[in-house]
């Protein structure tokens, strides 16, 4: 019985020096997260969104399908925002100049 306590007091200790190891990294790592740039974050935000549509293209047709769809739409979005602003960039200049 004492053996047995031993063991668990040895593997309870272990756990929490682990435990309290992987906090602190986890806190390092936070605090370099903080540091970073909102340029710097929308790049890792870019990326792993490619990163997960490559992994997401190579796995099943329909969920490739889908994504293509979505792809579409997405530029076809991105197409028509960029000529209504510029629709509404020269419309101010006539309406000002």
């Given at each position: 019985m004492v053996f047995q306590n031993y063991k668990?007091?040895?593997v309870?200790?272990?756990?929490t020096l682990l435990l309290f190891i992987l906090t602190l990294f986890m806190a390092?790592?936070?605090a370099q997260k903080r540091k970073q740039s909102v340029r710097?974050?929308?790049r890792r935000a870019i990326l792993l969104?490619?990163?997960m549509m490559r992994t997401f293209k190579k796995s099943d047709t329909s969920i490739n399908?889908?994504?293509q769809k979505v792809e579409y739409y997405t530029s076809s979005f991105n197409q028509i925002k960029?000529?209504?602003l510029?629709?509404?960039?020269?419309?101010?200049?006539?309406?000002y100049g």
């Open positions: 668990m007091s040895k309870f200790k272990i756990a390092d790592a936070s710097d974050s929308l969104r490619d990163s399908n889908l994504l960029t000529s209504l510029y629709i509404i960039i020269l419309s101010s200049q006539y309406n």
